[in-house]
């Protein structure tokens, strides 16, 4: 049966499990840690960004009974960010320190969790003279319908397993 997984929290070995019962087997699986396509969108605009910017910080705010902190959804950025950092046009900008939990080398996390609240992401990057924020909201648990759609109707097209809405999105 094909399958759509719609959490954070697997460990890479747990993962790599997954995967690999999917490719060897006839169904396939979508593990996807957001479906909301803007945060998925912010995502990919922070990985753009990430080279240029001297400094980041992610600010992730969530409802009051979400459990983990940070979120999966700001981990995933910031790994993201410290890879894309990695790259052949990386700022020639010193990382400065900051403080929170550290998502990924050189790239803080702050997390709140408070009742009114859904899902937020913010990340902020800063270089001489300039700051760039993104900023992802959702008000409504509806936001991440279209991207469980999305995933639903595409999976059965998906060869194995497929992690994460990007691919889906074609980005």
């Known amino acids: 049966m094909h399958a759509v997984i719609g959490t954070t929290g697997f460990t890479p070995a747990q993962l790599v499990a997954m995967r690999d019962e999917f490719e060897a087997s006839p169904a396939n699986c979508v593990v996807a840690p957001n479906f909301a396509i803007g945060a998925v969108l912010m995502m990919r605009f922070a ?21 983990d902190a940070p979120s999966g959804t700001a981990l995933l950025t910031a790994q993201r960010i410290a890879a894309a950092r990695k790259g052949p ?72 397993f497929t992690l994460g809405l990007d691919a889906l999105l074609g980005i």
């Open 47 to 67: 990985e753009l960004a990430a080279p240029w910017f001297d400094s980041v910080e992610i600010v992730e705010l969530h409802h009051d009974a979400k459990i």
């Open 89 to 160: 046009s990386e700022s020639e900008g010193q990382i400065l320190p900051a403080r929170g939990t550290e998502g990924a080398p050189g790239v803080q996390v702050h997390s709140v969790r408070l009742r009114g609240l859904v899902a937020h992401h913010e990340v902020l990057f800063g270089t001489a003279g300039q700051v760039l924020t993104l900023r992802h909201d959702s008000i409504d648990r509806g936001s991440f319908m279209p991207g469980v759609l999305l995933a639903v109707k595409q999976v059965p097209s998906r060869r194995g």
